[in-house]
């Protein structure tokens, strides 16, 4: 089993990992996970800081490119296709449609709260410290 997971690993990290900095901020990364016991979250929140400031610095190792390279036929443009060139009224987004999904998120998300005998900000907080130990914040 874990042989698999060491050629996964190695197989992503060949496509993925394409300069000696990005190989650098994975093998910290590594080390802060299982040598210090970091939680996932700020990992993911610490190289996505580094990758930005490092973008913005203009330090080449942190520049997009390559991508997939150059297609084989010719690219179908969006005002050619089905789709047409605009966006569709059903995928427009609305005030009303984002207030809605905000309600829904905030009353599905409290949801533990009120499961509770005492629907108070403590048992909220606890239950919701409780449920996030298993990522280590």
Partial sequence: MLAIVLEAVVRIGKRALRNATMVGIAAAAFVAIFGLGIGFPWIIAAAGLIGYAGNRMGITA??????????????????????????PAHAKVSGAWSLKVLVISLVLGSGPCWRSSRPTAAACISTSARSSRRWRW
């Fill in 62 to 87: 942190f520049q997009p490119g390559g991508g997939h390279g150059a297609g084989a036929g010719k690219a179908l443009a969006d005002a050619d296709s089905r789709l047409g060139a605009g966006t």
